[in-house]
Protein backbone atom coordinates (compact mmCIF):
# COMPACT_ATOMS: atom_id res chain seq x y z
CA UNK A 1 0.00 0.00 0.00
CA UNK A 2 1.11 3.19 -0.88
CA UNK A 3 -1.78 5.63 0.13
CA UNK A 4 -0.11 7.71 2.51
CA UNK A 5 3.47 7.52 0.84
CA UNK A 6 5.82 10.48 2.09
CA UNK A 7 3.12 11.57 4.11
CA UNK A 8 3.75 12.96 8.04
CA UNK A 9 0.83 11.87 10.37
CA UNK A 10 0.61 12.62 13.63
CA UNK A 11 -1.34 10.21 15.72
CA UNK A 12 -2.79 10.26 19.46
CA UNK A 13 -3.50 7.83 21.81
CA UNK A 14 -1.06 5.47 19.46
CA UNK A 15 0.32 2.83 22.22
CA UNK A 16 -2.99 0.97 22.49
CA UNK A 17 -6.50 -0.30 21.17
CA UNK A 18 -7.51 1.47 18.11
CA UNK A 19 -4.04 3.95 18.27
CA UNK A 20 -2.58 1.57 17.97
CA UNK A 21 -3.98 -0.28 14.85
CA UNK A 22 -4.19 3.18 12.70
CA UNK A 23 -0.65 3.68 13.51
CA UNK A 24 0.40 0.09 12.21
CA UNK A 25 -1.74 0.65 8.77
CA UNK A 26 -0.09 4.21 8.08
CA UNK A 27 2.98 2.75 8.35
CA UNK A 28 2.08 0.09 5.98
CA UNK A 29 0.48 2.75 3.50
CA UNK A 30 3.79 4.34 3.74
CA UNK A 31 3.57 7.22 6.27
CA UNK A 32 6.11 9.20 8.37
CA UNK A 33 4.78 8.98 12.33
CA UNK A 34 5.30 11.20 15.10
CA UNK A 35 3.31 9.11 17.47
CA UNK A 36 1.75 10.29 21.13
CA UNK A 37 0.81 8.39 24.12
CA UNK A 38 1.38 9.15 27.78
CA UNK A 39 3.58 5.65 28.38
CA UNK A 40 6.69 6.38 27.31
CA UNK A 41 7.19 2.44 27.58
CA UNK A 42 4.06 1.70 25.81
CA UNK A 43 5.20 4.21 22.67
CA UNK A 44 8.45 2.21 22.37
CA UNK A 45 6.51 -1.11 21.99
CA UNK A 46 3.97 0.20 19.67
CA UNK A 47 6.91 1.77 17.49
CA UNK A 48 8.55 -1.33 17.36
CA UNK A 49 5.96 -3.39 16.65
CA UNK A 50 5.97 -1.47 13.56
CA UNK A 51 8.55 -3.38 11.65
CA UNK A 52 11.42 -2.00 9.57
CA UNK A 53 10.15 0.05 6.32
CA UNK A 54 12.94 1.59 3.85
CA UNK A 55 13.02 5.32 3.57
CA UNK A 56 10.10 5.72 6.74
CA UNK A 57 10.47 7.38 9.96
CA UNK A 58 8.94 6.58 13.56
CA UNK A 59 8.74 9.22 16.23
CA UNK A 60 7.44 9.25 19.29
CA UNK A 61 6.89 12.14 22.51
CA UNK A 62 5.25 11.07 25.68
CA UNK A 63 2.46 13.48 26.28
CA UNK A 64 -0.60 13.51 28.51
CA UNK A 65 -3.41 15.63 27.17
CA UNK A 66 -4.79 16.19 30.49
CA UNK A 67 -2.23 19.10 31.09
CA UNK A 68 -3.72 22.17 28.89
CA UNK A 69 -0.24 23.02 27.65
CA UNK A 70 0.64 19.73 26.50
CA UNK A 71 -0.73 20.26 22.94
CA UNK A 72 1.80 23.16 22.11
CA UNK A 73 4.42 20.62 23.47
CA UNK A 74 3.44 18.09 20.86
CA UNK A 75 3.29 20.50 17.98
CA UNK A 76 6.60 21.75 18.99
CA UNK A 77 8.19 18.33 19.14
CA UNK A 78 6.97 17.31 15.83
CA UNK A 79 8.03 20.24 13.92
CA UNK A 80 11.05 19.70 15.32
CA UNK A 81 11.05 16.76 13.55
CA UNK A 82 9.13 17.34 10.57
CA UNK A 83 8.86 20.03 7.90
CA UNK A 84 5.38 20.01 7.22
CA UNK A 85 2.26 17.83 8.86
CA UNK A 86 0.11 16.41 6.08
CA UNK A 87 -2.29 14.45 8.56
CA UNK A 88 -3.23 14.82 12.53
CA UNK A 89 -5.67 11.83 13.81
CA UNK A 90 -7.16 12.75 17.15
CA UNK A 91 -7.50 9.51 19.04
CA UNK A 92 -6.73 9.85 22.25
CA UNK A 93 -9.56 10.01 24.74
CA UNK A 94 -10.59 8.52 28.12
CA UNK A 95 -13.66 7.12 29.29
CA UNK A 96 -14.42 9.39 32.13
CA UNK A 97 -16.84 8.97 35.24
CA UNK A 98 -19.39 6.52 35.04
CA UNK A 99 -22.90 7.10 36.44
CA UNK A 100 -25.66 9.64 36.79
CA UNK A 101 -24.06 13.39 35.94
CA UNK A 102 -25.05 14.38 39.05
CA UNK A 103 -22.99 11.42 41.23
CA UNK A 104 -20.30 12.37 38.73
CA UNK A 105 -16.77 13.57 40.34
CA UNK A 106 -16.48 17.16 38.93
CA UNK A 107 -13.02 17.53 38.31
CA UNK A 108 -13.16 13.87 36.84
CA UNK A 109 -15.73 15.12 34.85
CA UNK A 110 -13.60 18.35 33.29
CA UNK A 111 -10.97 15.94 32.93
CA UNK A 112 -12.52 14.18 30.46
CA UNK A 113 -13.39 17.08 28.40
CA UNK A 114 -9.89 18.41 28.61
CA UNK A 115 -8.67 15.10 27.10
CA UNK A 116 -11.73 14.26 24.56
CA UNK A 117 -12.55 17.90 23.41
CA UNK A 118 -10.42 20.94 24.30
CA UNK A 119 -7.10 18.86 23.77
CA UNK A 120 -8.16 18.02 20.06
CA UNK A 121 -9.21 21.29 19.65
CA UNK A 122 -5.97 22.85 20.66
CA UNK A 123 -4.03 20.54 18.38
CA UNK A 124 -6.48 21.79 15.22
CA UNK A 125 -6.03 25.13 16.06
CA UNK A 126 -2.27 24.63 16.14
CA UNK A 127 -2.44 22.44 13.11
CA UNK A 128 -3.81 24.43 10.53
CA UNK A 129 -1.87 27.25 10.22
CA UNK A 130 1.04 24.77 9.84
CA UNK A 131 -0.97 22.79 7.13
CA UNK A 132 -2.73 25.72 5.18
CA UNK A 133 1.36 27.12 5.06
CA UNK A 134 1.81 23.72 2.59
CA UNK A 135 -1.65 24.17 1.06
CA UNK A 136 -3.03 21.19 2.29
CA UNK A 137 -3.63 18.73 4.98
CA UNK A 138 -6.03 16.21 6.34
CA UNK A 139 -7.70 15.90 10.34
CA UNK A 140 -9.84 13.46 11.33
CA UNK A 141 -11.30 13.08 14.90
CA UNK A 142 -12.25 10.15 16.27
CA UNK A 143 -15.90 10.57 17.47
CA UNK A 144 -19.03 8.28 18.41
CA UNK A 145 -19.74 6.92 22.35
CA UNK A 146 -22.96 9.46 22.01
CA UNK A 147 -21.83 11.77 19.48
CA UNK A 148 -25.25 11.43 17.84
CA UNK A 149 -27.74 10.84 20.87
CA UNK A 150 -28.15 11.16 24.57
CA UNK A 151 -25.63 8.08 26.24
CA UNK A 152 -27.01 7.72 30.06
CA UNK A 153 -24.60 7.72 32.44
CA UNK A 154 -21.58 8.72 29.98
CA UNK A 155 -22.56 12.38 30.32
CA UNK A 156 -19.34 13.58 30.18
CA UNK A 157 -17.71 11.29 27.19
CA UNK A 158 -20.98 12.20 25.17
CA UNK A 159 -20.65 15.41 25.64
CA UNK A 160 -17.16 15.56 24.82
CA UNK A 161 -17.85 13.53 21.37
CA UNK A 162 -20.97 15.94 20.51
CA UNK A 163 -18.86 19.01 21.08
CA UNK A 164 -16.10 17.57 18.95
CA UNK A 165 -18.36 16.49 15.77
CA UNK A 166 -19.74 19.77 16.06
CA UNK A 167 -16.29 22.04 16.09
CA UNK A 168 -14.95 19.51 13.36
CA UNK A 169 -17.79 20.76 10.92
CA UNK A 170 -17.31 24.13 12.20
CA UNK A 171 -13.54 23.69 11.56
CA UNK A 172 -14.02 22.16 8.09
CA UNK A 173 -16.22 25.07 6.78
CA UNK A 174 -13.55 27.85 8.30
CA UNK A 175 -11.03 25.97 6.08
CA UNK A 176 -12.48 24.84 3.42
CA UNK A 177 -10.24 27.61 1.15
CA UNK A 178 -7.19 26.55 2.44
CA UNK A 179 -6.70 22.80 1.28
CA UNK A 180 -7.73 21.20 4.70
CA UNK A 181 -10.33 18.53 5.24
CA UNK A 182 -11.43 17.68 8.51
CA UNK A 183 -13.90 14.70 9.46
CA UNK A 184 -15.16 12.98 12.46
CA UNK A 185 -14.87 9.12 12.49
CA UNK A 186 -16.93 7.16 14.66
CA UNK A 187 -15.49 3.80 14.65
CA UNK A 188 -18.40 1.72 16.76
CA UNK A 189 -18.11 0.02 20.20
CA UNK A 190 -14.65 -2.34 20.43
CA UNK A 191 -13.69 -4.11 22.96
CA UNK A 192 -11.23 -1.97 24.32
CA UNK A 193 -10.17 -0.42 28.19
CA UNK A 194 -12.99 1.32 27.83
CA UNK A 195 -15.62 -1.47 27.30
CA UNK A 196 -13.73 -3.14 30.46
CA UNK A 197 -14.65 0.13 32.26
CA UNK A 198 -18.23 -0.33 31.37
CA UNK A 199 -18.03 -3.99 32.33
CA UNK A 200 -16.16 -3.32 35.77
CA UNK A 201 -19.02 -0.49 36.87
CA UNK A 202 -21.40 -3.02 36.46
CA UNK A 203 -25.56 -2.53 35.28
CA UNK A 204 -26.48 -0.31 38.56
CA UNK A 205 -24.04 2.52 37.67
CA UNK A 206 -23.64 2.11 34.02
CA UNK A 207 -26.93 1.46 32.79
CA UNK A 208 -28.74 -2.50 32.02
CA UNK A 209 -28.66 -0.98 28.41
CA UNK A 210 -24.85 -0.37 28.28
CA UNK A 211 -23.56 -3.10 30.27
CA UNK A 212 -25.66 -5.33 27.81
CA UNK A 213 -24.37 -3.80 25.00
CA UNK A 214 -20.21 -4.24 26.36
CA UNK A 215 -21.19 -7.70 27.16
CA UNK A 216 -22.59 -8.22 23.58
CA UNK A 217 -19.45 -6.93 21.94
CA UNK A 218 -17.22 -8.90 24.84
CA UNK A 219 -18.40 -11.92 23.31
CA UNK A 220 -18.18 -11.04 20.30
CA UNK A 221 -21.97 -10.89 19.38
CA UNK A 222 -22.42 -7.66 17.58
CA UNK A 223 -18.97 -5.57 18.50
CA UNK A 224 -17.55 -4.13 15.47
CA UNK A 225 -14.03 -4.67 13.72
CA UNK A 226 -11.32 -2.52 14.68
CA UNK A 227 -10.13 -3.03 10.85
CA UNK A 228 -13.36 -0.88 8.95
CA UNK A 229 -12.48 1.87 11.53
CA UNK A 230 -8.73 1.70 10.47
CA UNK A 231 -9.42 1.59 6.67
CA UNK A 232 -12.04 4.28 6.39
CA UNK A 233 -8.89 6.28 8.88
CA UNK A 234 -6.46 5.35 5.66
CA UNK A 235 -9.16 6.31 3.22
CA UNK A 236 -9.78 9.76 4.54
CA UNK A 237 -6.33 10.26 5.14
CA UNK A 238 -5.19 9.77 1.76
CA UNK A 239 -5.61 11.97 -1.74
CA UNK A 240 -8.55 9.86 -2.84
CA UNK A 241 -10.68 11.65 -0.32
CA UNK A 242 -9.60 15.01 -1.15
CA UNK A 243 -12.59 17.91 -0.27
CA UNK A 244 -14.41 15.38 1.44
CA UNK A 245 -14.88 17.27 4.63
CA UNK A 246 -17.38 18.03 7.49
CA UNK A 247 -18.46 14.99 7.52
CA UNK A 248 -19.30 12.37 10.35
CA UNK A 249 -19.01 9.00 9.13
CA UNK A 250 -19.83 5.46 10.93
CA UNK A 251 -17.08 3.16 9.65
CA UNK A 252 -19.96 -0.03 10.72
CA UNK A 253 -22.95 1.45 8.63
CA UNK A 254 -21.88 3.63 6.67
CA UNK A 255 -20.84 2.59 3.01
CA UNK A 256 -18.20 5.33 2.91
CA UNK A 257 -16.02 3.17 0.61
CA UNK A 258 -18.49 4.98 -2.02
CA UNK A 259 -18.34 8.26 -0.53
CA UNK A 260 -16.31 9.70 -3.21
CA UNK A 261 -18.32 9.07 -6.19
CA UNK A 262 -21.33 11.15 -3.98
CA UNK A 263 -18.71 14.19 -3.38
CA UNK A 264 -21.20 16.54 -4.98
CA UNK A 265 -24.08 15.57 -2.42
CA UNK A 266 -21.73 15.39 0.26
CA UNK A 267 -20.48 19.11 -0.67
CA UNK A 268 -23.92 20.60 -0.99
CA UNK A 269 -25.63 18.62 1.30
CA UNK A 270 -25.81 18.08 5.18
CA UNK A 271 -25.58 14.36 4.87
CA UNK A 272 -23.11 12.64 7.43
CA UNK A 273 -23.99 15.60 10.16
CA UNK A 274 -25.19 16.68 13.37
CA UNK A 275 -28.83 18.28 13.05
CA UNK A 276 -31.93 18.99 15.08
CA UNK A 277 -34.78 16.90 14.22
CA UNK A 278 -37.91 19.19 13.68
CA UNK A 279 -41.54 17.66 13.44
CA UNK A 280 -41.87 17.08 9.72
CA UNK A 281 -38.60 14.56 9.86
CA UNK A 282 -40.85 12.67 11.82
CA UNK A 283 -43.84 12.56 9.81
CA UNK A 284 -46.03 15.33 11.70
CA UNK A 285 -47.16 18.58 10.43
CA UNK A 286 -48.08 20.39 14.59
CA UNK A 287 -44.40 22.03 13.67
CA UNK A 288 -45.43 23.80 10.93
CA UNK A 289 -45.63 27.77 10.55
Not at 77 to 89: G, Y
Not at 95 to 119: C, R
Not at 201 to 212: I, L, R, T
Not at 259 to 284: F, M, N, S
Amino acid sequence: MTALANRNCLITGASRGLGVKIAAAFWEAGANLMLVARSPESLETAARGLGACSGQRVVTVTADLRDPLAPERVIAATRNEFDRLDVLVNNAAVQGPIGSAWTNDPAEWQSTLQVNLVAPVALCCLCVPWMAGQGRGKIINLSGGGATGPRANFSAYATAKAGLARFSETLAEETRALGIDVNCVAPGAMDTAMLEAVLQAGPAVAGQKEYDAALRVRRQQGGALPERAVALCVFLASSACDDITGKLISAVWDPWETCTEHREDLAKTDIYTLRRIVPQDRGRAWGER
